[in-house]
T-cell receptor, first 114, second 112 residues
């Protein structure tokens, strides 16, 4: 079984400040990990993914995440927030099988203040 | 345009009715996944098909069924609809699990 916990359903930062969205996972086998972003009235878009290569993963729009096995974490960061980053962010975990079913966290809504 | 097409975008129907949601995956993707998104339940996995065969099943009600056709498009059938079935239904596709999903823009179902 696998699960994801996103700490903080709402995060608010000022424009230009560091963005840190937290994700902890549970998986009985080596996981694949993903971050997705959802803008209002749209589907989810893949930001980045960890698939057991480099532990520091760079994604689109300046986001990156670091896989820490010892902490079972996959936190998402961005050095400087833009107004356009305001959205809901989802962390997801899947097993390293061809089935690839992903389990999603409850999401974190990011607000960026001017 | 993500490459995953879902129709219709909006659907309003009465309790007890049956509806069909359609999904065309991104070109080259063999896997199709259906998720339900609601405010109180978040994103819930319903079912996965891979190249026409059911691969994994999640929290899908017996009133719901799905299939994937030879051209790889998929349909999600919801019957005996209840008010609580009102939600966003997303289809996603992938080449295989480790590559992540490409999501469609969803079908917003409102049951009145």
């Amino acid at each position: 079984a696998q699960s994801v916990t996103q700490l903080g359903s709402h995060v608010s930062v000022s424009e230009g400040a560091l963005v840190l969205l937290r994700c902890n996972y549970s998986s009985s086998v080596p996981p694949y990990l993903f971050w997705y972003v959802q803008y209002p009235n749209q589907g989810l878009q893949l930001l980045l993914k960890y698939t057991s290569a480099a532990t520091l993963v760079k994604g689109i729009n300046g986001f990156e995440a670091e896989f820490k096995k010892s902490e079972t974490s996959f936190h998402l960061t961005k050095p400087s927030a833009h107004m356009s980053d305001a959205a809901e962010y989802f962390c997801a975990v899947s097993e390293q099988t061809n089935a690839g079913k992903s389990t999603f966290g409850d999401g974190t809504t990011l607000t960026v203040k001017p | 345009d993500s490459g995953v097409t879902q129709t219709p975008k909006h659907l309003i129907t009465a309790t007890g009715q049956r509806v069909t949601l359609r999904c065309s995956p991104r070109s080259g993707d063999l896997s199709v996944y259906w998720y339900q998104q609601s405010l109180d339940q978040g994103l819930q996995f319903l079912i996965q098909y891979y190249n026409g065969e059911e691969r994994a099943k999640g929290n899908i009600l017996e009133r719901f069924s799905a299939q994937q056709f030879p051209d790889l498009h998929s349909e999600l059938n919801l019957s005996s609809l209840e008010l609580g079935d009102s939600a966003l239904y997303f289809c996603a596709s992938s080449v295989q699990g480790g590559y992540g999903y490409t999501f469609g823009s969803g079908t917003r179902l409102t049951v009145v």
